[in-house]
């Protein structure tokens, strides 16, 4: 059974940076897409990032565009959202999802097109 683990996210300050690690367990992220997601009190579980190992091409939502980054380490298997410059809106609880046996170069970017789901991390910036 595949399991996602996130961890590292918490409370910081507006301007402030967090790295969200999400490691997995089950299955190596060979042939997978990887994404982070984040859903606010209210709000719709939403893209923020997305990875495919085919081709290495990468995703980012265009309110997280050129502050967030999201990257991994195939040895450790472990996918990681770092989050620079966060925003007050950028508060919500962060999902990591993967989606197994996919070998395209077109990005995952909706929630159903995941197969497993960490139990997510909140993130909370405070202004």
């Known amino acids: 059974q595949v399991q996602l683990v996130e961890s590292g996210g918490g409370l910081v300050q507006a301007g402030d940076s967090l790295r969200l690690s999400c490691a997995a367990s089950g299955r190596t992220f060979s042939s997978a897409a990887m994404g982070w997601f984040r859903q606010a009190p209210g709000k719709e579980r939403d893209i923020v990032a997305a990875?495919?190992?085919?081709?290495?091409?990468?995703y980012y939502a265009d309110s997280v565009k050129g502050r967030f980054t999201i990257s991994t380490d195939n040895a450790k298997n472990t996918v990681f959202l770092q989050m620079n410059s966060l925003k007050p809106e950028d508060t919500a609880v962060y999902y990591c999802a993967a989606r197994y046996d996919y070998d395209f170069m077109r990005i995952l970017a909706k929630s159903y097109e995941y197969d497993y789901w960490g139990q997510g991390t909140q993130v909370t910036v405070s202004s």
């Open positions: 990875i495919t190992w085919s081709g290495g091409v990468t």
